[in-house]
């Protein structure tokens, strides 16, 4: 029966780290693959992290099941995480958390969930988004469409955003990137996200919001402001959460799916239908990544040292989007990319075009996806000069 299965391309980035890999030339740099680099090109694991492991290796006393939602402990710390310490959804108890293999298995069982129980309801994405938010919800079966983000001449176009979110029936899901937007790094500002939610409120529609950077913008609370204010304010919210950049915890799956309900009543309904989807989709878990987090954020010293860490990881990438402008100047081109220093998070849409992508990465070794999206992480000191170089040779 296989004979006839198709063979079907890989992943495009997979490809990209082959060809990274085997290119001879000394002075390659790989603006590609999404994990953050250190100065040294490295992704290493935080030292907060391997303290919690240590204790983690000693206090473990059972590999038991943890249950469709995961550990709980951890669950209360990433509430309080995203939501805030002091956040009125949690006072009032009408939110659920279930701890879920990374961002991506806290999207599918939101996916999952959207299929079985609101089946009439399309999901609206930004365009461009996350590559793979496409790829979830089409396995999931659910009708997908798109609203304008980032205009022709590469900036947010939150005009036609507005514009067309005014438009999506009610009872449609709206997929909003809590912060450090993927691929482009534009983010709404705080104006923007009051409109969006006045838009949402009034509409009647469910918004889904993937927060997989918080921390990696401005900071840990000030990224969470679009999410805290549209929970704060609506009856009903949806919002998955990721541990894999923050933590670095990415080959671990760590995430979490955050469904908020008018009560305290309905939350628990939702969440019974979340446990069951958990369970038909992988049953329990994985529980050591989640256990980590778990120590770190249960620890003041931990918590103080992670803290410090991820600051460590945004000034980089700050500090690296304001030093890249720089290198561009003596080009002339300091203007015309000055926007890389307004987004945020580890990626910038370059407005590159494909076939200047292709350039760089054949003359130079320089390599990004084609769509022109730079990891910004992936730059370094000692190369910018190099790849400011590079871009204004291909560049008209
Ligand atoms: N959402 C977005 C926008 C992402 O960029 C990513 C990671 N690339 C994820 C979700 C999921 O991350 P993970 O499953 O590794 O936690």
Redesign the pocket.
């Known amino acids: 029966m296989f004979e006839r299965i198709e063979r079907v391309p890989g992943d495009a980035i997979l490809g990209l780290i082959e060809a990274f890999k085997q290119d001879p030339n000394p002075e390659k740099v790989d603006l590609g693959v ?1 994990v953050y680099r250190d100065a040294h090109g490295e992704t290493p694991v935080l030292a907060s992290v391997k303290k919690a492991e240590a204790r983690l290796l000693e206090s473990e006393r059972t590999k038991s099941y943890i249950g469709s939602h995961g550990d709980p402990e951890y669950g209360r710390a990433i509430l309080s995480l995203v939501l805030g310490a002091d956040s009125p959804v949690l006072a009032d108890d009408r939110a659920s958390v279930t701890q879920s ?7 599918r069982l939101a996916a999952d969930f959207i299929r079985s129980q609101l089946p009439n309801s399309s999901i609206w994405l930004s365009n461009p ?2 590559p ?2 496409t790829g979830i919800f089409e396995a999931a079966g659910i009708s997908m469409e798109r609203y304008p983000y980032v205009s022709d001449d590469n900036r947010l176009d939150f005009e036609a955003m507005r514009d067309c979110l005014e438009r999506i029936p009610e009872g449609d899901v709206v997929l909003l ?1 809590a912060c ?4 482009s790094g534009f983010d709404l500002n705080h104006e923007q996200w009051q409109e969006v939610l006045n838009i949402v409120k009034r509409r009647r529609l469910l918004p889904l919001i ?4 918080q921390g990696f913008g401005d900071g840990l609370e000030a990224d969470a402001h679009g999410a805290r204010l549209l929970a704060d304010n609506l009856d009903e919210a949806i919002i ?1 959460s ?4 923050n933590f670095g ?2 080959r671990e ?3 979490a799916l955050i469904m908020i309900a008018r009560d305290s009543e309905q939350m628990q309904n939702v969440r019974s239908q979340i446990a069951i989807t958990a369970r038909e989709n992988y049953s329990n878990p994985p529980a050591h990544g989640a256990a980590v987090v778990r120590e770190i954020l249960s620890d003041a010293t931990l918590r103080a040292e992670w803290e410090e860490e991820v600051t460590g990881m945004r000034d980089r990438i700050n500090s690296l989007r304001h030093d890249f402008v720089e290198a561009l100047a003596p080009h002339g081109l300091s203007d015309r990319f000055a926007f890389i220093r307004e987004q945020r998070g580890m ?1 910038s849409y370059t407005g590159l075009s494909p076939q200047q992508v292709d350039r760089l990465r054949d003359e130079f070794a320089i390599y990004m996806v084609r769509s022109g999206r730079a990891n910004v992480a992936g730059l370094s000191a000692d190369r910018l000069d190099y790849v400011a170089r590079a871009i204004a040779s291909v560049v008209d």
Not at 180 to 183: G, I, L, Q, R
Not at 210 to 213: N, P
């Open positions: 999404g293999p990374g961002g991506t298995g806290a999207l988004t996350w793979n938010h990137h450090c937007h993927n691929p993937d927060f997989a950077y998955t990721s541990c894999s950049k915890l990415y799956r760590t995430g990626f």
